[in-house]
């Protein structure tokens, strides 16, 4: 399963979604979730970082350069390592052009419809598309 990114805010979420890219949010939906996870590492300070043997410079590396060279990235690397320590996800910082300092992400490894990594779309209003016919 891919690595499912959530923003804690709205203004984060844009700064995410398009990169410091004009136009890159075109076409753009924005869902809200309701996150019902436990395992999380918070790698969101220095000593959440130092507790986790995770550093800054390794999570904003320039992860697919790297990939396309045939270097696994660091912060690939701290994924399959917090991975393999049980962990189902981390929250970061955000590491997005102009994200305030108090801004982050949460990056989920392992998430689905049942705890104790459940996730669902918050949807009140039934707004979303039902099924891949939708999006068409």
């Not at 130092?50 to 390794?58: E, F, G, I, P, V």
């Not at 994924?79 to 189902?88: D, K, N, P, S, V």
Request: hydrophobic share 40%; aromatic share 8%.
């Amino acid at each position: 399963m891919p690595a499912l990114y959530l923003a804690l805010d709205i203004s984060t979420a844009v700064l995410e979604a398009n990169q410091g890219f004009a136009h890159k949010i075109d076409p753009c939906t924005l869902c809200a979730y309701d996150v019902d996870c436990d395992d999380i590492a918070d790698l969101r300070d220095e000593s959440g970082r130092k507790r986790h043997a995770a550093t800054l410079a390794d999570m904003e590396c320039a992860w697919l350069s790297l990939a396309r060279a045939g270097v696994t990235p660091p912060s690939w690397a701290i994924a399959t390592r917090l991975t393999g320590e049980g962990f189902a996800g981390v929250l970061v910082p955000s590491l997005a052009r102009r994200a305030r300092a108090d801004a982050y992400n949460l990056v989920l490894w392992q998430w689905g419809p049942d705890r104790p990594h459940r996730v669902t779309v918050s949807d009140p209003g039934g707004k979303l598309p039902k099924n891949r016919l939708s999006w068409n």
